[in-house]
Structure formats: C-alpha cells, structure tokens
C-alpha cells in the first residue's frame, strides 16, 4: 500500500487549511478478489524518512528537532513561497519588510533588515544547494516531495551558517512510469491557480520532471480609504521546474534542474495606522515655540485619514499615483553528482548558479495617497556556490563525512525614494501660493553594491557505541570576505526644491569643506564628490568602501539513546554563526554604512520523540536554550536635520529559551487529532540604541521583536465512505498566536495583538481514480492580524496585515 500520507504537523505556529494536507494516494494494488484495494482513509500518522544529516533516516531516529512535511501539504495549503510557511512551520515567523525582501524568524532567531544584500539566519535549500538572500525563495514552493525544517544553529552539515535554522525544499524527482497531474483552483477575487507537472523515462537510464504552476488573479484585495473605487494587489506569478536525472552506470547518478519564478503582480499596500513628525528640525522648532508637532506636516499628511489600529477590515488601505507593479525574475541552474567511490564512500558534488533581478518595481510604503515615503527598486544579483563532499562507513560503529563549500556572491541595488509630500524634503504649504512643494526636492536615491566570498571546510561523524546510543559530533570552519560600496544620492531626477546636494553644499562650507556636490553624486560630507553607480556614469572617488573580513568555527555534539524501536531521547550543544553584512539605507551619516559583524548562538536542547499504540499516538518534546551573543539589529541613529534614521548594531548579550510540544493520533479509523503548543521566551541581557529623539534606549530586558511566547494550535480531520468508490471528508484547526512586537524597543505604537485563525474544509475524493474535489475556506472569521510593521522613513508608521478571508475551490487528479 502506498500512502503520501502523513508529515509531521507543527506545534508552534498559525496552520492555513493544514488538513488538506492529509490524504491518501491511490492505489493500483489489488487485493485477493482481484479488486481494487481500499487505501487508508483520511489522515494516517506513518514514518517519514528524510535527509536532514545528509543520509536518509526516520524522522524519528534523528537527534535534531525536525519537522517534515508533504508535497501535497504544500499544494493544497495553497502556499506559493517560502513567505506563507509562516502558517506552517512550527515557530516560523515571516514578516514583511517593506522592501519586497521577506525576513524569517524560527524561534525568535531573525534579522529585521530589509536590504538585498543582508543574509538571513535562517538558511533555505532547494535540494540542499543552498539560496543565498531571501528574496531568492519567493517561489521555492514548487512540485515537492517535502520540505525540511530543522531548528537550532546549522552549518557542520549545510552549505552557510545559520543562527536560526534551515529549510531544505526537497522536489519530487522523475521515477521509472509515466507520472501526471494537474490542480485547478478558482477562488475569491477572481484568482486563478493552475498548476501541473509530467515525469517518467526519457531513456534507458534518462528520466525528466517538468512542472509549471500560474497564479493570477482578475481583482485587487485591497481598498483605498480616499478613493473607494480603487483597488490594489493583483497577483500575476509563474514559476516552473525542470530536471533530468541520469544513471550514467550503476554507481553514479546526475541530476540537472534549472529553476525560475517571477513576480509580475502588484505589491501589498501598508496600512497607515499613524502620522508624526520625521523632521528634526522643524520639530524642534515647534516644540520651543510651544506649538504642536503636527503644523510641520505638510497639509495633505496632516489631514491625511489613518487606519485605525483597532480595525477589523484588513483590505484597507491607500497608496499614491504611481505605476505599482512588481517586476521580479529569479533564475537558478543547479547539478548534483552522486558517485561511489568504493563499497563504503560516495562523492557528490554539488553546484549552482543563480540570477536575481528587480526591473524597477514601484513599492508602496507609506500607506497615503500621496508621495510620502514612496520606492523604486533596482536589483541585479547573481550567486554562484559548489560543495563537494566524501562520506563513509569506518569499522562496525562509525559513519562519517568530510567536506569543503565555496560561495560567491555580488549584489547591485539602487533605490529611488519618491517624496514629494514629506517634512524630511521641507515641504511648504504656502496658503495662496498654488500647490505644495517640497523646498529641498522631491526625490533622493541610495546605492549600493557587495561582493562577497565565502570558504569553508566541515566534517560530522557519528559514533555507534553500542545498539541503544550514539553520539555525534561536527566542526566547521568558514571564513568569509565582504566588499561593499555605497551610498544615497543627490537624485539626477530631482524636478522640485534646490537639491539635497546643495543642502549639503552649504553644510560641508560652513565647516571648512569644499563644497561641490552635483546632482547624482554622494552625499557623504568630506569626500570627494563622485558620480554613484547607477547613475549617469561609473564613477568610485566619494562612495563610501569597506571591508568585512570574518572567520569562525562552529560546530555540534549530540548524543541519542533509542530507548526503544518507538523512543527517542537526545540532547545536543552546538555552536552557530550568522555572517556580518552592510546596509543598504538612506543615510546623512558615513557611520550609517558600517556593518553589523557576525553573530554567535551557542545552543543546548534536549527533547524526545514517543510512539504509543503502534504509533497510533505520537508524542514530541523539546526544550531549548540559546547563548546569543552580538545579535543583528536594525537600529536607530539621530541626525540634527533628518530626525531618527536607520543603522545596523550588534547586540551584546541575549538570551532565548523555550518549549515546544506536540501530541497527534489517530484514534480511530478516518479521525485525525493534534494539539500543538509552544512557548518562547527571548530578552536581551546588555545592549542599546536611540529612540526617535536620539536619547540611548537601554534594551536590557526587552523581548525580541517578532517573537510571540505563546503559540497554540488545535487541528482535526475525519473523513469517512460515502460508497465503495468515494470518501467526503471534513476538517478545520484553529491557531493561536501571542502578541509581540515589531521594535525590541517595545514602543506600544508598535505592538502586535495576538490574534487567532481559523480554517476549514470539506472534500470529496475517488477511492480509485485518483481525482479530489475540495471546497476550502482560509481566515473565515476575517481576523485582522499583522505581518509586518515599520516607521517608514518619513511621516507615517505602517503596518502589513495578513490575507483577509478567502475562499474557493480546487479540482486535484492524478495520474499513475
């Protein structure tokens, strides 16, 4: 009997629709009639084997909490990229930059930084060659066998080093008979959602997989507050994979993919849910004539409606006249090489190019309908890595594997923001004098440009000492080199005010400078005035340089006991880094492009895995601690002119501790049960930054942005026969989530509430024919909930909500 059924469900965090997930393929067996045999109905808890130390076990044989999950969990959740596993993957968290750039959090571990260049802490793989930014696995969600999550620092077995953890995509492959299927979903706000594959032989030893998948839709999901006819958030999205595997001979395989998706859809509009001041000076100025804050907004923001907080419509929402599109293109070609080398080693080999483009997306980030804080985005990024690696069997009780990665990274980006009506550009309202207009420009660009080289060498072995116990160790060594230039830029397209660069004239005159700053050049105060990249011509004198040369040893030592054949027991401590990058921000201030370094997690957990009745019930466990030293942080500096701007720090000295569990059983024929649940609790133990008026904010004792400590969910399914030939099935889960915070300064401004969803469906499936017809319906009591919030960098601080409710339809066959 064949079953695609069961991987294991999260306890952690908000699941969409998770029990779509569930269910059972078709089969072509027959039983001692000569009938078709009846397949296991519904949800049905089985061994999932997976690779997540590079060879394949049982889930629950592993020493590392890991979560594992089906192709068809993905498809049928409706997830399209990495961004939506947030409703997924236990203590995930995604959150929305504002930059188009997704930030991952797993366990309270992130880094807030919306620059393209800034690596993540945790790590994701498609077929573990590795995606080097995160704006790569906007569309890794494609034609899967399953995906991976492991929790904790990772690097002595996967490509980079990573604080938080790893994702590891794992597709499905081309096997020996001609496989086919399609899935076809129509649902709310006229989307379309097709997606198919084909695969079998090609050849004697040549097999290929195709798959494609398109999602559009006809409407926007947003609705502007000032024009209500308006609507924003169309989805345009295609993304395909295609792979060939060659058994060259009985001891060699090569597998070729080439990958892609791009993003042609409208991007999400912020929610505006206040206005303040950014204006130093006017601020200042107001406060000592004894005046209120506000009369230093322009009349178009100050009157500007906002959100309120406490809405329950998340479809509102505004945005300016600009063309809002998203014009991103991702490609990747990637080769693995399996060869045995003798009876007891196997080489592979593993390689990867990709290419990243934005093609001048427009990005809505103030949440007014008028020039505010408004982007343009330009991105050219291409990454290349290789890995080789040996493994082996030594003696009775020892396997072991040693290996070497190299990566090679360079990142172009050029952003224009628009600000037309902004107190930062001086905007005057002059009451009989025609319209607004900024007095110092209505536009300023930042640039900026990394090249990074990485190497590394790593080795795990893992020791037998009798039939019960086992102990692992690994080491990792990796050094790793940055170039960076940048800066922000007097726009060439200023069309409004005397030019920021002439502000900065005068400035850099009054202090014994030169002066003769031109538009399009740097605006950094004592160099040399330059052309920046991106502008009219290449030229390097003026753009701020530096170097970010780092190395590390990181590393990991478990032990398990296999109590017995259903019972694991295990404790680790490891070691883990997440490398230093600069940003990419608009500045007044050198002292703004210095880099974060790298940071430190040392890591103890102990957990067990349970199996009761046969594995009728399961049981899993965890504790964790984590050691946290220099955490990332998007902090904030204070210039005199411009108000509170962004700048990277390091965090001295965090903690993060935690519990996780989880309980799923079948109790009987066709029922499913989980109860998951979490709890999180992160502080920082030393460390600071500025406020909005540039006093230093002690953040001793504050939580971790984006970290909720509590996180439940409760999930079940049944599903019974209706005949012979059909089975209906019913399910739903409910999922909770704690509020947090966007800020580790904790502003209340920006607290996020808890918040619950709540999910369901109903569907019909043929016992033999291998179609499924499910009717689905996401968020149905429209919960209002926050994905994402940030000061903007003018006058508003704004907000992402999640999905509002949604509904709809989806026709699944299969073809075996």
Known sequence: MKNIGFYRFPWAVSVCGALASFTSSTL???????EPARRSRGVVIEEVIVKAQKRSESIYEVPISISAYSGETIRELGLTDTRDLGNLVPGFSFSDSGYSVPIYTLRGVGFNEASQTASATVGVYIDEQNLAF?????????????????????????????????????????????????????????????????????GERLGARLALRS??????????????EANLGQVDKLSGRGTLVWDSSDTATTELALSGWSDQGEPQAPQAIAIRLQNAVASSALRS????????????????????????????????????QLNETFMMASLRHERSITDNNTLTVLASLADFENDHSFLPQSGLSVRNAEREVIVDTRAWTVEARVDGIWGEGMDWLVGTFVSHDDVYEYQSVYIDEASSSFTIDPANLGQPGPLIGNRVDTYGEQVADAYALFGNANWQLNDAVKLTTGLRYTRERRDFAGCTIDSPNNSAGIGFGNVLNGLSLSTGGSGGIEPGDCLI???????????????????????????????RLAAD??????????????????????????????????????ERLDALEAGAKFGFFDRALNLNLAAYYYDYKDKQLLGRTFDEVFGPLPILVNVPESEVYGLEAEAQSNPLEGLFVSVAASYLHTEVKEGATLDRDGEEVDLA?????????????????????????????????????????????????????????????????????????????????????????FETGADTIARYTGMTRTWGITLDYRYE
């Open 701 to 789: 004792g504050n939580a971790f942005n984006f970290a909720p400590e509590i996180e439940i969910t409760l999930i079940a399914d049944y599903t019974w026969a209706l005949s012979d030939e059909l089975d209906m099935g019913v399910g739903g889960d409910i999922s909770y989530s704690d509020d947090t915070n966007a800020v580790i300064t904790g502003e209340e401004i920006f607290a996020i509430d808890a918040y619950a969803v709540v999910n369901a469906r109903i569907h019909l499936s043929s016992v033999h024919d291998g179609w499924k017809l499910t009717a689905w319906g996401r968020n149905i009591v429209d919960e209002v909930y926050t994905s994402g919030m």
């Open 525 to 555: 105060l004592g160099d040399e005035p330059s052309q920046a990249p991106g502008g009219p011509a290449r030229r390097e004198p003026g753009v701020y340089t530096g170097v970010l040369d780092e190395d590390n040893l990181s590393w």
């Open 28 to 34: 072509s067996a027959q039983d001692e009639a000569g």
């Open 289 to 324: 004539a004894g005046l209120p804050e506000e009369m230093g907004l322009p009349q178009r923001v100050r009157d500007h409606p906002t959100v309120d907080r406490d809405t329950d419509d998340n479809r509102e929402a505004d945005w300016a006249d600009l063309p809002w």
């Open 134 to 202: 995160p704006v790569f696995s906007k569309g890794a969600n494609l034609d899967l066998e399953r995906i991976e999550v492991l929790k904790g620092p990772q690097g002595t077995l996967y490509g980079r080093n990573t604080t938080g953890g790893v994702i590891n995509y794992i597709t499905a492959k081309p096997g020996e008979n001609l496989e086919a299927g399609l899935a076809a979903t129509l649902s709310r706000f006229k989307t379309y959602d097709v997606e198919g594959f084909v695969s079998g032989p090609i």
């Open 215 to 228: 999602i559009t839709s006809e409407d926007g999901w947003q609705t502007s507050l000032t024009r209500p």
């Open 561 to 598: 006991w296999q109590v017995s054949d259903d019972d694991l027991l295990y404790a680790s401590y490891s070691r883990g880094f997440k490398s230093g990058s600069f940003p990419v921000l608009a500045s007044s201030d050198r002292k703004q492009y210095r880099p974060a370094t790298q």
